[in-house]
């Protein structure tokens, strides 16, 4: 048996998720992302092609640039092995399809926003606003979701959150949930499907209160201690393209 294909996925992943930590990098600051290419951003050194191979580069160097020996973050290898690792899981899930390109990048997408808003707290519009129409024109080539599922996704998923914001806000007087992440739900919906939506938000709910909470005790901080939730959207969408669908109708005839 030849497992040609599952190497090559897992290798053009790779490659994939080096070029995702350029735009983690580079879009929050407002730098163009193909241009010029990389380089340390401690000594402003371009990084040669041999330092630029992902994953192994940054073990040959020990995690450090190689010409002002600067600490290079762990993040770098993570996002290239999780750019590897989504690769091989849409083509064991989906095959070599349309199908699964369409979700790689959609995946891929999520990596960066996730990334993004851990470092700065923040989801860029141009990510989302972008994202919300190229998803819904998405859905006219994906089996599972139709542009009426993908339309209703979108308000479903932006509505949702906008009114939680809202209500929060009129009970606090504070900000509670942001913008980007109703914008990001917005985004998911259009590729998940109202159904998709709620069980994103479901999972996302339960990471995050989980994830929440061990912080807290692990650190001592106060409740009031903010966390990103974009990264627990972005792991709800993502378990629901993959198992999503088996599990709410393993829930439903568990109920029948």
């Known amino acids: 048996m030849s497992y040609l294909p599952e190497i090559f996925s897992f290798l053009f992943g790779l490659c994939i998720g080096s070029f995702l930590n350029v735009c983690i990098y580079r879009l929050p600051v407002s730098k163009s992302i193909v241009h010029p290419r990389s380089m340390c951003p401690h000594c402003g050194s371009f990084i040669d092609f041999y330092d630029n191979i992902p994953i192994l580069s940054y073990l040959w160097i020990k995690g450090r640039c ?13 996002v290239e092995f999780l750019g590897g690792l989504f690769a091989l899981g849409t083509y064991l899930k989906f095959g070599f399809t349309f199908e699964a390109i369409l979700y790689y990048a959609f995946i891929a997408t999520l990596l960066v926003i996730t990334f993004i808003d851990i470092d700065h707290q923040i989801i860029p519009d141009i990510i989302t606003l972008s994202g919300i129409p190229l998803c819904f024109a998405a859905s006219f080539f994906l089996p599972t979701v139709n542009y009426i599922d993908s339309l209703i996704g979108i308000l479903t998923g932006g509505g949702s959150l906008f009114l939680v914001a809202w209500i ?18 917005a985004m998911i919906g259009a590729v998940v499907g109202w159904q998709g939506v709620l069980f994103t938000i479901f999972v996302a709910s339960a990471v995050g209160t989980l994830s929440g909470l061990a912080v807290i005790l692990q650190a001592r901080k106060s409740l009031k201690l903010a966390v990103p939730f974009g990264p627990f959207l972005s792991i709800g969408s993502i378990a629901y393209i993959f198992f999503g669908p088996e599990l709410v109708r393993w829930y439903f005839n568990l109920l029948s």
């Open 66 to 78: 190689r010409h002002c020996r600067t600490p290079i973050p762990f993040r770098y290898p993570v």
């Open 168 to 185: 929060y806000n009129v009970i606090t007087k504070k900000e509670g949930m942001g913008g980007g992440d109703i914008k990001l739900l």
